[in-house]
């Protein structure tokens, strides 16, 4: 099994501005993904982190916007930017191999 | 159809009893398959793979159909503790490593 940590663990952050949220796996993976969960819902998959190249993201979700960094095999980092009330949310890194393991998350609110 | 599809839920159930997930998936490519758990303000976390033979781990029990692209999860004697959403999640679909998540079922056992 893989122990990931995230931080920041909850932020308020205030309209128009970006936060990065930061990803450790105790150990190198070969995948990692960053999620969005709304309360009561499910996870939503935001984007596969690659290392070495950039992220591939899903349908809705754009670089420019959610730009991730994968810099070596155990470390990510997914920036919210541009914020607005609607970016408020749970997002949840995972890593490992085919099982995934996953991260505390991060709550973010945005003002 | 949806990727994942779960039963709605939610359950609720006494101490003791013996309660069922049932989870369908739409692509016959799909390689690996899981069952997780999510507490209440928790991140998920892995419950149990399951695999072609089935596999029991304690009160827990999975099993997967490949023909009727089916995935089951039997739960036998509930605990109190086993209170918490329950999530099916495949991986595979159309080639790809990401993890494809169920809405949840959500299952409350009562004193």
């Known amino acids: 099994s893989a122990v990931i940590s995230q931080k920041p663990s909850r932020d308020i952050c205030q309209r128009g501005t970006s936060l990065t949220i930061q990803c450790q796996v105790d150990s190198q993976v070969t995948m990692m993904f960053w999620y969005r969960q709304q309360p009561g819902q499910s996870l939503t998959l935001i984007a596969t982190?690659?290392?070495?190249?950039?992220?591939?993201?899903e349908s809705g979700f754009v670089i420019d916007k959610f730009p991730i960094s994968r810099p070596n095999l155990t470390f990510s980092t997914l920036t919210v930017s541009n914020m607005s009330p609607e970016d408020s949310s749970i997002y949840l890194c995972s890593g490992g191999e085919n099982e995934q393991f996953f991260g505390p998350g991060t709550r973010l609110t945005v003002l | 159809r949806k990727e994942v599809e779960q039963d709605p839920g939610p359950f609720n159930v006494p101490e003791g009893a013996t309660v069922a997930f049932n989870c369908t998936y739409s692509n016959s490519a799909s390689q690996s398959f899981f069952w997780y758990r999510q507490d209440c303000r928790k991140e998920p976390k892995l419950l149990m793979s399951?695999?072609?033979s089935g596999n029991e781990d304690g009160r827990f029990t999975a099993q997967l159909n490949r023909a009727s692209q089916y995935i089951s999860l039997l739960i036998r004697d509930s605990k109190l503790s086993d209170s918490a959403t329950y999530l099916c999640?495949?991986?595979?679909?159309?080639?790809?490593?990401?993890?494809?998540f169920g809405k949840g079922t959500k299952l409350t056992v009562n004193p």
């Open positions: 982190a690659n290392q070495g190249s950039e992220a591939t993201y």
């Open positions: 999640v495949v991986i595979g679909q159309g080639g790809s490593e990401k993890l494809v």
């Open positions: 399951v695999y072609s």
